[in-house]
T-cell receptor, first 113, second 111 residues
Framework: NAGVTQTPKFQVLKTGQSMTLQCAQD?????MSWYRQDPGMGLRLIHY???????DQGEVPNGYNVSRSTTEDFPLRLLSAAPSQTSVYFC????????????FGPGTRLTVT | GENVEQHPSTLSVQEGDSAVIKCTYS??????FPWYKQELGKGPQLIID?????GEKKDQRIAVTLNKTAKHFSLHITETQPEDSAVYFC??????????FGTGTRLTIIP
C-alpha cells in the first residue's frame, strides 16, 4: 500500500493563479481532510469529506474548493492564489472520521509570490 | 468550535530525562484526544491516543493522562532518546467529523 500520496511536493505560484493540489489514498478510507500548517499555528482544518460526494468546511475554508467524486481522491483547489496561502498543506485520511487514526501524506510546500 | 491550547512551544531535555507536554481544550463534550509526532519534512504520525472513558494510557515510554474535570490532557515521555526529537501535536475531537489540533511543541533531546 502506498498510503496517502500528495502531488506536487513543491509549488511556486504568482498571486492570482489557480492550481489543484492532488491527494489520493489506497486504504479504502471513507474520511479525508486537508490541513494547512503555518509556524506557531499548528494544523488547521480547511475542508473534510466523510465519503464520496460529501464535503464540508473546516476552520479556514476561504479561498479553497474541494470535491470528492471517488473514495480514493480528494483534490484541493486554490481559486486565486494569495500570499496568505503560502503554507505547507497536508492531506489525511482515516477509516471513518476524526475520532480515528489520521494517516497523513508527505505534504505540499506552496509559496505564493 | 473546539479550541486546543498547547504548552510549551519549545522544550529541551537531557537525554534520559522525562518530557511533559500539556494541552487544554474548551469543549467539555470532546471525547477523543490523540497525540501526533512530526519529524522533519514528514507528515504527522499518531503515537498514542486516549478516549474519555479512561484517565491514563501507556505504551512503553509514552503515556497520556486525561483530566476531564479540568479539561486538560498531557503527554509524558520517559527515558528520552535522541530519536524523540520532533514536533509533537495534541488534538481533540467532538463527534466524529472534526479534529482540532494544538499549536505544537518542538522537543529537543540534548545528548
Amino acid at each position: 500500500n502506498a498510503g496517502v500520496t500528495q502531488t506536487p511536493k513543491f509549488q511556486v505560484l504568482k498571486t492570482g493563479q489557480s492550481m489543484t493540489l492532488q491527494c489520493a489514498q489506497d486504504m479504502n478510507h471513507e474520511y479525508m481532510s486537508w490541513y494547512r500548517q503555518d509556524p506557531g499555528m499548528g494544523l488547521r482544518l480547511i475542508h473534510y469529506s466523510v465519503g464520496a460526494g460529501i464535503t464540508d468546511q473546516g476552520e479556514v475554508p476561504n479561498g479553497y474548493n474541494v470535491s470528492r467524486s471517488t473514495t480514493e481522491d480528494f483534490p484541493l483547489r486554490l481559486l486565486s492564489a494569495a500570499p496568505s496561502q503560502t503554507s505547507v498543506y497536508f492531506c489525511a485520511s482515516s477509516l471513518t472520521g476524526g475520532r480515528y487514526e489520521q494517516y497523513f501524506g508527505p505534504g505540499t510546500r506552496l509559496t505564493v509570490t | 468550535g473546539e479550541n486546543v491550547e498547547q504548552h510549551p512551544s519549545t522544550l529541551s531535555v537531557q537525554e534520559g530525562d522525562s518530557a511533559v507536554i500539556k494541552c487544554t481544550y474548551s469543549d467539555s463534550a470532546s471525547n477523543y484526544f490523540p497525540w501526533y509526532k512530526q519529524e522533519l519534512g514528514k507528515g504527522p504520525q499518531l503515537i498514542i491516543d486516549i478516549r474519555s472513558n479512561v484517565g491514563e494510557k501507556k505504551d512503553q515510554r509514552i503515556a497520556v493522562t486525561l483530566n476531564k474535570t479540568a479539561k486538560h490532557f498531557s503527554l509524558h515521555i520517559t527515558e528520552t532518546q535522541p530519536e524523540d526529537s520532533a514536533v509533537y501535536f495534541c488534538a481533540a475531537a467532538f463527534g466524529n467529523e472534526k479534529l482540532t489540533f494544538g499549536t505544537g511543541t518542538r522537543l529537543t533531546i540534548i545528548p
